[in-house]
């Protein structure tokens, strides 16, 4: 127990929190840690315990302490103050990898991932690209047919409104 044998003053306690202010007095750095509970009958290893005070309260606690100017030293007869020690041992405790702490770098899109390859691509592509394109309009003039009187002549027979100069 961390309470250090003082008793706390009821009436100077402030309202907001109050039980967690409490429990921090007499859990003392225990109540903001998660714990490891082994479980009785041995069916499986164990369990995480949630921390006493929540992490969200354990927040408006400190950034209330700072703003009071008590940061620093924890008050056990007010309840009031955050102790510096805290937020050392709280950081060394958290967990990293999941939530907000990942160790690893963001995914981001498939088309950031990808955007190195797609550019090689395009380049290897593009080699050569100016003959293949040389090449394309040759062939497409020399598929068409030759404008002789022979095609003309079809052309009036398919269509009668063609015109007749040639």
């Keep these: 127990m961390a309470?250090?044998?003082v008793r706390f003053i009821?009436?100077?306690?402030?309202?907001?929190h109050r039980a967690s202010r409490k429990k921090i007095?007499?859990?003392g750095l225990e109540a903001l840690k998660a714990t490891w509970k082994e479980?009785?009958?041995?069916?499986f290893e164990g369990y995480w315990k949630s921390p006493v005070v929540s992490n969200r309260v354990a927040n408006v606690l400190r950034k209330e302490a700072i703003r009071e100017g008590t940061?620093?030293?924890f008050n056990y007869e007010?309840?009031?103050?955050?102790?510096?020690?805290?937020?050392i041992e709280l950081e060394k405790s958290r967990t990293r990898g999941q939530g907000r702490h990942r160790t690893k770098a963001p995914r981001l899109t498939k088309r950031v991932r990808t955007r190195e390859e797609r550019a090689q691509k395009i380049e290897k592509a593009?080699?050569?690209?100016?003959?293949?394109?040389?090449?394309?309009y040759e062939d497409r003039a020399k598929?068409?047919?030759?404008k002789n009187f022979e095609y003309h002549y079809k052309q009036m027979l398919k269509n009668k409104n063609a015109p007749t100069k040639w």
């Design 39 to 43: 479980t009785p009958d041995g069916r």
């Design 71 to 73: 940061y620093g030293e």
């Design 78 to 87: 007010t309840l009031t103050g955050w102790d510096r020690e805290w937020d």
């Design 25 to 27: 007095h007499k859990h």
């Design 10 to 16: 009821p009436q100077l306690v402030p309202k907001l």
């Design 3 to 5: 309470s250090n044998g």
């Design 143 to 146: 598929a068409k047919p030759e």
């Design 126 to 136: 593009m080699e050569g690209m100016d003959e293949r394109i040389e090449k394309f």
